[in-house]
């Protein structure tokens, strides 16, 4: 009875505090209830989220030179009123992470067209031809990180961990060094990255990589609480999430601000300790980068080119990779049409890693969402028994050896299964994505679908990949308009298919590698 009533004062002092105007901090050793108790009351009258009804006002003590960790992919689920009110303040000089920079006029291409960039640590340049033409002039630092190592490297700057051990990027610039970070403008390097440590374990190497912490973080959220918990909406949770949690003072802004009690306690996506500062939009563009939605029954097919005809060989050959029960991952282009042609007897779980298990097919018009997109910033569906995730989550799937088939292109693949595929130096860079991430994990079949030769007929299947390397050995097949070859790390190249009206000469002369010929050599198939 003694110990009721001590626990019953407790809790009128804890309701006594919440109310009133100061912050009190109230510890409790209840040793008088048992001495073999350790148990400790804390109470806080006020909460540490502050709310806004300016976002410039919430961002105004930004100082020149800060690094801001800002959230979203693609266009999808970034700050887009804060980064606004960062074109008010006119800050400069900054360090911005983020997977991407959003397109030429919006997102963080704003920032990047005022030059209050300095610096850019990102895996993916994408479309936005103001973010790749200011790296390869040597206006602007740029860091390429895989995208699975950059959720992870925020990850652990929130959770207080300085590093961790990656296979991702393993004999790639990633690990060697050397990547450029700046340019100088006769096209030199004046900045490179530095090499990676390596540790082997278990009989695999793996390369350190040191944790991100940023001064402020810029996350979009779906809604707010009042006691500043937040929850997203669909795939607009990404990168938002992680960063939330490894930044000094997090700032959000919300679509709505709701009653406590609102969100179940389960539901709660980031709890408000590590919230600071909450903004409710006044108003949301949420434009869409690539919008696509399903062809109606009315309309017509265009008529085939050659070109869409050598793709459409690739993609039925390439269908025929899935099997039942399959976890697969899809990359832009050929290998996420090749979803089209899955069989309908079989059950495939398409996975994305901006943060979807269970990705469906294109919407309808009416069905169309900004906040449910692909990795390729297509607009989406999703199938019933679907989920969605944060980037780190996506890729702790991905690195963790998830998923069974991954099938991305090409612009070289090696003799030994090297692959090539996110940058051509001092001319085109798109960044490599998370495709290192994909082709690490030992226990993931790696397929590459491309065309088998580049423009002028130049040879894409080569003895050693004279571009930068995605992957070391990590190809298990490669499917063209002509071949499929089987790769193994130690025998090399095996060619298995072939279609048909062609020999196997004739794929000698088109592929720059040698390779064995199998003794079961079929006609290549088709779904």
Not at 323 to 350: C, Q, R, W
Not at 412 to 426: E, F, T
């Amino acid at each position: 009875m003694a110990a009721l009533k001590v626990l019953h004062r407790v809790d009128h002092l804890f309701f006594k505090n919440l109310s009133g105007p100061c912050r009190t901090k109230l510890n409790f050793a209840t040793h008088s209830l048992n001495k073999s108790c350790g148990c400790y009351f804390s109470t806080s009258s006020q909460r540490n989220s502050r709310f806004y009804s300016d976002p410039t006002e919430a961002v105004k003590d930004i100082p020149n030179g800060a690094t801001i960790l800002v959230g979203g992919f693609g266009l999808c689920g970034i700050p887009e009123n804060l980064i606004n009110s960062l074109l008010t303040t006119g800050v400069k000089g900054l360090t911005a992470v983020s997977n991407n920079a959003g397109v030429d006029n919006f997102g963080l291409g704003l920032l990047l067209q005022t030059k209050q960039i300095k610096r850019m640590i990102s895996s993916y340049v994408g479309e936005n031809a103001e973010f790749e033409r200011q790296y390869l002039t040597g206006e602007l630092e740029v860091e390429l990180t895989p995208q699975g190592t950059l959720a992870e490297r925020i990850r652990a700057g929130g959770a207080g961990v300085p590093a961790f051990f990656t296979a991702t990027g393993y004999g790639t610039l990633i690990h060697e060094g050397g990547s450029p970070i700046k340019y100088n403008k006769d096209g030199t390097i004046a900045i490179a990255s530095e090499q990676r440590e390596v540790r082997e374990f278990n009989g695999r190497n793996y390369i350190m990589e040191k944790a991100i912490t940023g001064d402020f973080a810029l996350i979009k959220a779906w809604k707010a609480d009042k006691a500043g918990n937040i929850v997203f909406r669909k795939t607009a949770r990404n990168f938002n999430q992680p960063m939330c949690k490894a930044a000094k003072t997090t700032i959000v802004e919300v679509e709505e601000v709701v009653d406590v009690g609102t969100f179940a306690e389960e539901d709660i996506h980031i709890p408000s300790i590590y919230v600071q500062r909450i903004v409710q939009g006044g108003s949301y563009e949420k434009r869409i980068e690539k919008r696509t939605v399903k062809r109606s029954q009315e309309e017509k097919p265009k008529p085939k080119k050659d070109s869409d005809i050598v793709r459409e060989r690739i993609i039925r050959r390439a269908a025929l990779e899935f099997e039942d029960g399959m976890y697969a991952n899809l990359g832009i282009g050929i290998p996420m049409l090749a979803s089209n042609f899955i069989k309908s007897d079989i059950t495939v779980h398409l996975q994305s890693e901006n943060g979807i298990l269970g990705l469906g097919p294109y919407p309808a018009e009416g069905a169309v969402d900004a906040d449910l997109i692909n990795a390729g910033k297509e607009t989406v569906t999703v199938l019933p028994g679907a989920a969605y995730f944060s980037s780190d989550e996506s890729f702790a799937m991905i690195r963790g050896g998830h998923i069974n088939l991954t099938m991305l292109g090409a612009m070289q693949v090696s003799k030994y299964g090297d692959l090539a595929n996110w940058m051509i130096p001092g001319k085109m860079v798109k960044g490599m994505g998370g495709a290192m991430d994909l082709v690490a994990s030992a226990g993931t079949k790696v397929v590459v679908t491309m065309e088998h030769s580049a423009k002028g007929g130049k040879h894409k299947i080569l003895e050693k990949c004279n571009l930068p390397l995605t992957g070391k050995q990590c190809v298990d097949r490669i499917i063209t308009e002509k071949a499929v070859f089987d790769v193994d790390k130690i025998k090399g190249l095996t060619l298995i298919e072939v279609w048909e009206g062609l020999t196997p000469e004739d794929i000698k002369v088109c592929t720059g590698a040698e390779f064995e010929v199998s003794p079961n050599l079929k006609p290549m198939q088709q779904i």
